[in-house]
């Protein structure tokens, strides 16, 4: 009994040694360190360009802007796309603000005056893509600046220029026109010797006909026409064309 024992006492011995250096040998060894992930890459591409610019004269003061949307696709590690947050916006190369969507009125504007614009997108990175083609409009000249450019191109028997600023419909309507509108005019206005003229509104309050009173100042005496103005939109543009019809001494 007593070797017995003695075996025991011997195989617990082992066992309790066994176990003590396997807690030593696991409290020995460095903790596990798990590598954190890698940085997410930066955008750093930009969205597609800005298509189809439009630019449309919609008042002496106004010019609308229409365009096709760009497409950034670039995604981020979760799937989501970082997307065309908006557009800048450039006047004749001067950047003028950031919008939203693809339309903008730009108001404001000097009557008479021709106008160059660009569109360009950016992303949440502020990625800018490629300038869309330029597109341009003008603003119309008032009712007023039309008939004197009429009068002045009269004077100087400048009849091309003065077909130029007639109003539309006359030209369509006329009997020699379209194929001799200036020989139309011409005949109208050459016997005329301008030396000066004097223009003073009738009527210029109505959205779409304007009338002037003009005292022109010839050679032979002063002679009073009335003038008509009309406002025309052709091709979603928007001006004044002069009635070559006129009439005097009222």
């Avoid at 979760?78 to 939203?100: C, E, M, P, W």
């Avoid at 990625?127 to 191109?153: L, Q």
């Amino acid at each position: 009994m007593k070797i017995i024992n003695n075996s025991y006492g011997l195989i617990f011995n082992i066992l309790l040694t066994a176990a003590v250096l396997v807690l030593i040998s696991a409290c020995g060894e460095k903790a596990q360190i798990i590598p954190a992930p890698p940085p997410t890459p930066p955008d750093l591409h930009p969205p597609t360009q800005p298509t189809n610019l439009k630019a449309t004269t919609f008042s002496i003061s106004q010019i609308n802007l229409s365009w096709e949307a760009s497409v950034d696709p670039v995604v981020d590690t979760l799937g989501v796309s970082t997307g065309v947050k908006g557009y800048y916006i450039y006047r004749d190369g001067k950047k003028l603000r950031a919008n939203q969507g693809t339309k903008f009125s730009d108001t404001g504007l000097e009557s008479g005056k021709s106008y160059s614009y660009t569109v360009e997108s950016y992303d949440g990175a502020n990625n800018t893509s490629d300038m869309s083609t330029p597109a341009s409009a003008a603003t119309p000249k008032v009712s007023s600046e039309v008939v004197a450019d009429w009068f002045a191109f009269a004077k100087n028997q400048e009849w091309d220029k003065m077909e130029s600023i007639a109003r539309k419909a006359w030209i369509s309507d006329g009997v020699f026109c379209p194929w001799l509108c200036a020989k139309e005019i011409a005949w109208h206005y050459e016997s005329i010797e301008i030396k000066s003229y004097d223009i003073k509104p009738k009527s210029d309050t109505d959205e779409t006909l304007h009338t002037y009173q003009v005292i022109v100042t010839t050679s032979s005496g002063n002679k009073t026409m009335a003038v008509n103005v009309y406002k025309e939109i052709v091709s979603g543009q928007v001006s004044w064309g002069v009635d070559p019809i006129i009439f005097h001494d009222l």
